[in-house]
């Protein structure tokens, strides 16, 4: 196999589900041909190493990029073969659910979007030496009919954030609940999950449920710059979120995507990294 392609599984597995573009991310392929990638992607998925799963067109974009995740045949090389553990392995238990997840939801760009904010929060990791103590994302179950894996229980209900990730630097546990926001168009739900997260940041609800005994702080990354600012805005103006506000730090997804690490902002505009 080429290491091109064992990179590219080891990927899969990381995140879960990768676009060819994740594959230049992630500094697999730098060329400005895409051949070479598709070439290797076509091999994996001929030799039963990857799935793949396509979305059709959408209006104003085109064709849109397919989704690919890795196929037991894989887990099995990346455990036997390169040694990894199979419980850090992002896939799904069953091709039931794994058809369910990436063919169901009508979310492709929010999807996606996540994945790009995911795995630049992670080459960052990388960049520092840092390596995850947990990730999981949204669209992992446990089953076709279960609570998503991200799933924290509140005494108001269930807070179900996109993406949950921890890490420990030289100095601090660090953990963090992650939300990407594509539409701009509802930001009365975005304002609901605020006061939702408002919820766990007084309870320490997620800290409890996943054993790290910090406190947490929320990622909102936004497609549209100009929800973010609505939002930061409203968050200003609402004197309930006053004593949480600065637990919110905000970004961009075309900044995010640039550097993960610095220039994040609370509510205020303060900027801070997320190290």
């Known amino acids: 196999m080429h290491e091109k392609q064992r990179r590219t599984l080891e990927l899969a597995g990381r995140i879960q589900y990768f676009t060819l573009d994740h594959l230049y991310q992630a500094g ?59 419980d ?3 896939v799904s238990k069953s091709r039931k659910n794994q058809e369910h997840e990436t063919k169901a939801p009508s979310d492709y ?26 990730l999981e994302l949204y669209f ?28 420990t630097t030289d100095t601090k546990k660090r953990l963090y609940l992650i939300e990407f926001y594509e539409d701009s168009s509802n930001n009365e739900r975005i304002k609901r999950a605020i006061f939702r997260h408002s919820e766990a ?19 909102m990354v936004f497609r549209h710059e100009h929800t973010a600012r609505a939002i930061m805005k409203f968050m200003k103006e609402t004197p309930e979120l006053e004593d949480v506000g600065e637990r919110f730090l905000f ?11 610095d220039n994040w902002a609370n509510y205020k505009g303060v900027k801070t990294n997320i190290y």
């Open 28 to 86: 697999i392929y730098d060329t400005p041909s895409k051949t070479t990638a598709r070439g290797h992607l076509r091999d994996l998925k001929a030799y039963g190493f990857i799935t793949e799963s396509h979305y059709g067109v959408s209006k104003g974009f085109g064709r849109l990029p397919a989704l690919h995740g890795l196929t037991p045949k894989a887990v099995r090389f990346l455990v036997d073969t390169e040694g990894h553990q199979l």
């Open 88 to 90: 850090t392995i992002k």
């Open 109 to 134: 760009f929010h999807r996606v979007g996540l994945l790009d904010t995911v795995l630049s929060c992670l080459l960052m990791l990388d960049q520092k030496g840092t390596k995850e103590d947990f």
């Open 140 to 167: 992992r179950r446990y089953g076709m009919h279960e609570a998503r894996r991200t799933a924290i229980e509140l005494e108001g209900g269930r807070l179900e954030p996109d993406a949950v990730l921890s890490f």
């Open 201 to 219: 940041i007084h309870s320490g609800a997620p800290s409890t449920a996943l054993g790290v005994s910090v406190g947490h702080r929320v990622l």
């Open 251 to 261: 970004k961009t997804h075309e900044s995010v995507i640039k550097d993960a690490f």
